[in-house]
Every structure is written in structure tokens, then in C-alpha cells.
């Protein structure tokens, strides 16, 4: 079975893998919007740190929930 067909598998029967995609989205889409200031505070430096390991957490259990799917 190949990945795509897995990922809307489980967008449809996985509540877990559906609230951990649209977390990740918005934080993609947070993450884009503060990308887009030409200057950003040391206090902003350190909270987009912070949401882009969230981020990556969470791409990293989207891949463990396809792995296991797929067993």
C-alpha cells in the first residue's frame, strides 16, 4: 500500500492522526507568517525555535502513526 493511500486512511479513521495534522498545519502556517517580518525580537527568535521543534515533533508522530499503520 503506498504512503498517500495510508495518510487518507488515516485522516478518515484515525481522530489522532486528524488533530496532529491540522496542529501541524497551523503551525506551518504561523511559522510562514512570521518568516514574512524583515525583523523579528529576541523574544520572537525564541518562540519560532520553539514552534519549529514542536512542528518537527509532530511531522515525527504523523511518520510513527504511518509506520505502525503499516505493519
Not at 485522516?11 to 492522526?17: F, G, L, M, Q
Amino acid at each position: 500500500m503506498k504512503e498517500a493511500e495510508v495518510i487518507d486512511i488515516l485522516r478518515n479513521e484515525n481522530e489522532e492522526y486528524r488533530k496532529i495534522e491540522e496542529e501541524h498545519r497551523k503551525l506551518d502556517q504561523y511559522l510562514e507568517e512570521m518568516s514574512k517580518k524583515k525583523y523579528l525580537s529576541s523574544e520572537e527568535e525564541i518562540e519560532k525555535k520553539k514552534l519549529q521543534k514542536k512542528k518537527l515533533h509532530y511531522k515525527d508522530k504523523l511518520a510513527q502513526l504511518i509506520r505502525e499503520y503499516k505493519k
